[in-house]
């Protein structure tokens, strides 16, 4: 399956941004979706999660509360709504499709796409 991010951007502290994943060349509905980010100099890091039907999502403690992960399978895409940026957000910002739910950050995913630049500023 191949994913295309977008919907990265620049924006303040407190602001919102949605991103979008949009997925071909496979059954979508199939795939439990992820996003994941990686700052300059650090390792990339889990962020949220959910499953093939959106029954089920799982977030990393540091956006609970803040991002929003969801799907929409007749459309391939899931995205993820982020209120309340902080500049500890920015990051580039990728996202995963694998054939099995995981709520753990170190869970293997079979596909990635290309990553979407957000900024953050103080």
């Known amino acids: 399956v191949q994913l295309q991010a977008s919907g990265g951007g620049s924006v303040q502290a407190g602001g919102s941004l949605r991103l979008s994943c949009a997925a071909s060349?496979?059954?979508?509905?199939?795939?439990?979706m992820a996003w994941f980010r990686q700052a300059p100099g650090k390792e990339r890091e889990f962020v949220a999660t959910?499953?093939?039907?959106?029954?089920?999502?799982f977030y990393a403690d540091s956006v609970k509360g803040r991002f929003t992960i969801s799907r929409d399978n007749a459309k391939n895409t899931v995205s993820l709504q982020m209120n309340s940026l902080k500049p500890d957000d920015t990051a580039v910002y990728y996202c995963a499709a694998d054939l099995y739910y995981s709520e753990s950050a170190t869970h293997p995913y079979d596909y990635w796409g290309q990553g979407t630049q957000v900024t953050v500023s103080s």
């Open positions: 060349g496979g059954t979508f509905s199939t795939y439990a």
């Open positions: 959910i499953a093939w039907s959106g029954s089920s999502t």
